[in-house]
């Protein structure tokens, strides 16, 4: 089973920066892509962001710009650095191999959760 342990979620104000943390398997993540999803209650998760073993990245049109994944692969770690938050950014934020996350009933953490709010 997959090891997925997401942290650094929090309560923040509009305009606020939170950088959220994902500690995964070794094996599974020294050899694939991985990526964030946040999941809002009532609604789908989706991907937000996606980075590959090498380094390469792609975002949500709606963090473009505002987010920013980064791995470090000696530590087995996820990073999604969060800027001028807004409250439409408020989720259940997950980590995992985008690949895995196809297979139906794969297993996901607990999540992070981020709200955004006055």
């Known amino acids: 089973q997959v090891q997925l342990v997401e942290s650094g979620g929090g309560l923040v104000q509009p305009g606020g920066s939170l950088r959220l943390t994902c500690v995964a398997s070794k094996s599974i993540f020294s050899m694939s892509h991985m990526a964030w999803y946040r999941q809002a209650p009532g609604n789908e998760r989706e991907l937000v962001a996606i980075i590959s073993s090498g380094g390469s990245t792609n975002y949500a049109d709606s963090v473009k710009g505002r987010f920013t994944i980064s791995r470090d692969n000696a530590k087995n770690t996820l990073y999604l650095q969060m800027n001028n938050l807004k409250p439409e950014d408020s989720a259940v934020y997950y980590c995992?191999?985008?690949?895995?996350?196809?297979?139906?009933?794969?297993?996901w953490g607990q999540g992070t959760q981020v709200t955004v709010s006055s």
């Open positions: 995992n191999d985008p690949t895995r996350a196809l297979v139906q009933g794969t297993s």
